[in-house]
């Protein structure tokens, strides 16, 4: 019975998602029970997603190595800078600006490897993309926060992005090793379960992370129309912009996919517990409408990456 659940949360993935939206929205009590267990549930999460990919893909080659520091350079150091050059000769500020800074200077989601299986696309880049950009996280983010200043102290920032890069090195390691002793290769059903639990996991995540959405959208429901429209300018923006680039560079299926993913979709939520609640509280309701087109993404733009691809 349990297999057979799984295997038909896998086959409506792209709409399970969104009902995870949905239950943390119109349920916020259930949504701030859920929230202290966020962190522990992407670690598991991300072993998931490792323990299907495996270590031989996910390593992949040098020249695979070099596309992925290439692209955590150009998210996370080149596109921030360039959107902070900006704000500097327009004279913006405020929250939205704020809340974007922090969201490009992020490292990918731990779920993006997870959302690339959705789409029917090779997570592994996604995966490699995930590791290296939030190894050199503290690297990146001390840069951009350096040249956008009202961000408070980098040290916890540092200190926040390393203890992330531990838990994903464990998570990763446990998984690689279960895969290179006991579970060399998975069949379909296994694969299947597999995509049906990370499924499962990922809307139980986005349940604790809407906690802030709910109440502002009885309280203020105009402001939360224009953090959603900006979450979704931002995310998909990104997203959109990356694979037609990649698309130009005739970059693989499988570049544009899971490059594309994660270029819009960024760990923002990880400076919650990095910089000071002056900084974050104003910006936490545009993190809870930026999972929205998060978790919308296998629904929206699988179409998009595939005409890509297939030109």
Do not use: E
Request: aromatic fraction near 6%.
């Amino acid at each position: 019975m349990l297999q057979t659940a799984l295997a038909a949360i896998a086959s409506k993935a792209r709409i399970v998602l969104p009902l995870g939206l949905a239950a943390g929205v119109v349920a916020p009590t259930l949504a701030s029970v859920l929230k202290p267990y966020i962190g522990p549930m992407i670690v598991i999460l991300l072993f998931l997603a490792s323990l299907r990919i495996g270590p031989r893909a996910a390593l992949g080659a040098l020249a695979d190595l070099r596309t992925t520091l290439a692209a955590v350079i150009a998210f996370q150091l080149v596109v921030p800078l360039v959107f902070v050059v900006l704000v500097h000769l327009g004279g913006w500020s405020g929250a939205a600006v704020a809340a974007l800074v922090l969201m490009m200077a992020a490292s990918p989601i731990s779920g993006t490897p997870s959302l690339t299986i959705m789409m029917a696309h090779d997570p592994a880049p996604a995966l490699r993309l995930l590791i290296l950009g939030t190894a050199m996280l503290p690297l990146t983010a001390f840069v951009v926060f350096w040249s956008a200043p009202g961000f408070g102290d980098t040290g916890t920032l540092i200190m926040a992005s390393l203890r992330l890069l531990v838990l994903i090195a464990l998570a990763c390691a446990t998984a690689f090793l279960i895969r290179g002793f006991w579970l060399k290769t998975l069949g379909p059903v296994a694969l299947t379960n597999i995509d049906g639990l990370s499924a499962l996991v990922m809307a139980v995540v986005v349940v604790g992370l809407m906690s802030a959405v709910g109440g502002a959208l009885i309280d203020s429901p105009l402001q939360v129309a224009k953090m959603l429209a900006l979450a979704f300018a931002a995310n998909f923006g990104l997203q959109i912009a990356a694979a037609f680039i990649l698309a130009k560079r005739g970059g693989s299926q499988y570049d544009l996919a899971s490059l594309g993913v994660s270029a819009g979709n960024r760990n923002c939520a990880l400076f919650l517990t990095a910089l000071p609640a002056a900084v974050t509280d104003p910006l936490l309701l545009f993190i809870g409408c930026y999972q929205i087109p998060m978790y919308l993404t296998p629904m929206l733009l699988t179409r998009l990456y595939d005409r890509l691809s297939r030109k």
